[in-house]
């Protein structure tokens, strides 16, 4: 069979070696007819061909004018050839078929390269058996020693199977335009989200205040910023602000779950990456992140940081690269409060090709990133990977067709949820060029979910307003974690609150990470990645702290939890929970990890020298009452105890034991919830250890 393809391979080249030249050339004698067309159409290929000297950068801007000069003289061979290469790199790539098709069929021998061109294009427009004929003419045109180009090809035809197979089983998605309030007629692209979806900054060249002119055929990027609406729109997307909008490039490259930190990319020294915090809503003047991030000889871009902010992952050349790019990661310093040498995620996800774009999802765990290295469907497809037990990445996974096709793709971040991820794309229907569409990933068809149990969490009733939000979808990327919501406003006047929120992990007794709230919204968003007992305390000045615990499984699905929570000033007769001091069960032995919530307590009693307190137990209303009442008094006199051994007097506190007296969900109200899960979590919240002040 191969001797046959070579055969029939070799006549089919000796047939267009004789072939006639018939390409039309910009001269005066074709178009005697024609006068004043033809000067217009020569100024036209003229001023088309200007931008085409210049090179691969500005072939974009020349397509109008040549394109104009083709509508003239279709059949000049050249003309069309270097349409061609311009369409390649242009948005419309597709489109640059039919002008090397016509190139060819005029002029056979138009370039060395013309059935690769041909191949591409075909490639381009998944007809991928015909693009694989072109590539292997071109391979008999090149000789042994172009080792680079024979790669090359075998790449191609490579990418061409692998589009087959992936488009031999898609994944279930739907892709939609997110509409003209963040799209335009022109490009769109480099979207960012918060975990949550509220809040979108992308990168625009559109006309603006401070990108006025047209370079190359282009306006200069600017960053651009939409929210979502009460009814979940997104509302007009406006600039984002003169700090971070200059009359340079100024482009998106990543954006922390909560939005508070935005990184921006800079084509100034050779490419760098700069920061910008949003406080009280608006996104302060970018700064440099430095030489452990931004070489001098390298060009860094496309950040990302994890969800406990310990990590950023970017896009590099620097020495040490495999590659042309790859992705690094660099750790932070909390001593010296600087980030740390990078290093390579290695050598499963870096190529010696090019890997950009990453993106790290809030469950900690999964990594996306565009390649044009590993297995894809051609130009750039988007993967992703997950963290292995020992730290290191896996293998990446390609993310399937119709999100990657034929095309670049790139720009990819996924929702907290896993439900939706967004990227901008050029399709037909677009509102211009490239425009940013959102993907909603429908997981594999299966019945409908009717109860969403094994999503609850935490308590069910508690002394704050609070509302969850379930998934509806199982996806084919599962994501366990829960994403907090939340608003924190003082007790009495409603207003917000600037407050520390500091998550732990009670397991290891370790400080996960310490987030502020708005002080002009009060609000804060956190992600928790599934498999940990969480502990959240919430602090102020002036204010007693608030604390909440989150124990959530590793199997927990993906659930939004929204929480009002109302800061007490430290005043004579206010009380608090103390949601993350653990007993063993049925007894008043204080579990290790309640040491943290212990150690804010004694923080507490250390800078109020004066307050005086008392420390409650109750129970929930299994059991005798008798039993409950003793039960709760040991376990109130345990924490009293831990505290005077920490060296306090014990004449700061009282301990007294209420049962269930004092249950903050009655029976009642239990015996009403539909699940037994849910009965036993509203149980749980009446379990727990309470302190008031009794002195200040």
């Known amino acids: 069979m191969k001797k046959f393809i070579i055969v029939t391979v070799s006549i089919l080249i000796a047939v267009i070696s004789l ?152 994944v279930r998605v739907w892709i939609d335009n997110v509409g003209d309030k963040i799209n335009s007629k022109f490009p769109e692209y480099g979207p960012l989200i918060t975990a949550d979806e509220s809040m979108m900054i992308f990168t625009t060249r559109r006309p603006s205040e401070t990108s006025k002119e047209l370079i190359g055929g282009q306006y200069n990027e600017d960053v651009f910023i939409s929210k979502k609406d009460a009814q979940g729109n997104w509302g007009q997307a406006l600039p984002i602000g003169d700090k971070i909008n200059t009359k340079e490039h100024d482009a998106t490259a990543g954006l922390s779950n909560d939005g508070k930190i935005l990184y921006l990319y800079s084509s100034g020294n050779g490419g760098d990456l700069f920061q910008s915090l949003r406080i009280e809503d608006e996104f302060s003047k970018p700064k440099n992140l430095g030489k452990k991030i931004n070489g001098d000889f390298s060009w860094d871009s496309g950040a990302s940081l ?60 999964t990594m996306y990133f565009s390649s044009d290295g590993h297995k894809g469907m051609g130009g750039y497809d988007i993967f992703y990977s997950t963290k292995e037990a020992d730290g290191t990445w896996g293998k990446p996974t390609n993310i399937g067709y119709p999100v990657n096709t034929a095309d670049d793709d790139l720009h990819f971040v996924m929702a907290a949820s896993g439900k939706h991820g967004y990227y901008s794309s050029y399709r037909e229907e677009g509102v211009g060029g490239d425009d940013i569409y959102m993907i909603s990933f429908l997981g594999k068809a299966k019945e409908p979910l009717v109860s969403g149990e094994d999503n609850l969490l935490a308590s069910i009733a508690a002394p704050i307003e609070e509302k969850m939000i379930q998934a509806q979808v199982e996806l084919e990327i599962a994501n366990n974690l829960t994403i907090l919501k939340g608003v924190v406003l003082d007790e009495e006047t409603k207003k917000p609150i600037e407050a520390s929120i500091e998550l732990v992990d009670n397991e290891a007794q370790k400080k996960i990470l310490v987030v502020k709230s708005d002080g002009k919204t009060g609000g804060f968003l956190i992600s928790l990645p599934a498999g940990k007992n969480y502990g959240i305390a919430v602090s102020a000045e002036g204010y007693l702290f608030h604390s909440e615990n989150f124990e959530i499984p590793e199997s927990a699905g993906y659930t939004e939890y929204e929480k009002l929570i109302y800061m007490k000033k430290i005043e004579v007769g206010k009380s608090i929970v103390l949601r993350n001091i653990f007993f063993d069960l049925d007894r008043s032995t204080i579990k290790p990890i309640s040491k943290l919530e212990l150690d804010r307590l004694i923080e507490l009693m250390t800078e109020n020298k004066t307050l005086r307190i008392e420390i409650s137990g109750h129970t929930d209303t299994q059991g005798s009452e008798s039993y409950n009442m003793k039960l709760s008094q040991n376990r109130a006199k345990a924490v009293v105890d831990y505290l005077i051994n920490a060296g306090f007097e014990s004449s700061r506190f009282e301990s007294k034991g209420y049962g269930e007296e004092k249950t903050l969900i009655s029976d009642e109200e239990i015996s009403k919830l539909p699940t037994k899960s849910e009965r036993k979590d509203a149980s749980a919240v009446n379990r727990r250890t309470e302190f008031k002040i009794l002195g200040y």
């Open 19 to 170: 072939a006639q030249d018939s390409s039309i050339p910009f001269k005066k004698e074709y178009f005697k007819d024609r006068k004043d067309d033809y000067k217009a159409a020569v100024k036209d290929l003229d001023d088309g061909l200007d931008l085409y000297e210049q090179g691969e950068f500005y072939w974009k801007a020349a397509i109008y004018k040549l394109e104009k000069a083709n509508v003239f003289n279709p059949n000049n061979a050249q003309l069309n050839y270097k349409l061609g290469n311009c369409y390649l790199h242009a948005t419309e790539k597709a489109k640059s078929l039919n002008y090397f098709l016509k190139a060819y069929e005029l002029r056979p021998t138009i370039a060395k390269d013309i059935h690769y061109k041909i191949g591409k294009g075909y490639q381009l427009n998944y007809q991928f058996d015909k693009a694989k004929a072109e590539f292997e003419i071109h391979r008999m045109k090149l000789e042994v020693s172009e080792t680079k180009e024979l790669l090359k090809i075998d790449k191609l035809v490579l990418e061409c199977n692998e589009a087959t197979k992936l488009m031999e089983d898609p």
């Open 306 to 365: 994890s969800y406990d902010g310990k990590e950023l992952y970017f896009i590099s050349n620097r020495e040490g690269t495999r590659g042309e790019r790859d992705i690094w990661v660099s750790k932070w310093n909390e001593k010296r409060g600087q980030w740390g040498d990078a290093e390579s995620v290695g050598p499963k996800v870096n190529t010696i090709y090019d890997e950009i774009g990453v993106f790290m999802h809030p469950d900690g765990k």
